[in-house]
């Protein structure tokens, strides 16, 4: 169901090329994550090192992550490089399709964003990384996510 909405909205995904994972990476893959690495402004990003170290501790590989990037990050040269073989949602526009991705996965992982607050009234477990705004106003309405401030 999610390819046809994909194809109807002329968004892409991205699938990953076969390779070896570890036994660690095995057990990694129980819980399906999703990372949307992006939000409406730059400001409210993750750096590259913040968000490496998000990596380490979460422990995402591309057996147990997807990843969700709309067009503020399509051309972002980092996250094309950090993500290669990962398998990637690009510019889902469709509001139905975006929620069925969102359900399919066990755990949301974002920033200060529209898609973090879609992800939470999905009902999904996630956490939202705040930089710049004020999270008591703008965090997502859930018991299930923790704010995260950066």
């Given at each position: ?19 070896e ?15 949307h ?66 359900k399919n ?23 939202v ?22």
């Amino acid at each position: 169901m999610i390819k046809k909405y994909i194809y109807q909205a002329r968004s892409k995904i991205i699938l990953p090329e076969k390779k070896e994972f570890s036994a660690i990476e095995e057990e990694n893959y129980k819980k399906k994550y999703l990372l949307h690495p992006g939000s409406g402004g730059k400001k409210k990003n993750l750096s590259p090192d913040e968000l490496e170290s998000v990596i380490k501790k979460i422990a995402i590989t591309p057996l147990n992550t997807d990843i969700l990037i709309g067009p503020a990050e399509y051309g972002d040269e980092f996250i094309r490089k950090k993500f290669r073989g990962f398998r990637i949602f690009e510019n889902i526009m469709d509001f139905s399709v975006l929620i069925s991705i969102i359900k399919n996965h066990d755990f949301y992982i974002g920033y200060d964003s529209g898609i973090s607050h879609l992800a939470a009234l999905c009902g999904v477990e996630g956490i939202v990384f705040f930089k710049i705004d004020n999270s008591e106003i703008w965090k997502p309405f859930s018991k299930k996510f923790i704010i995260e401030h950066k």
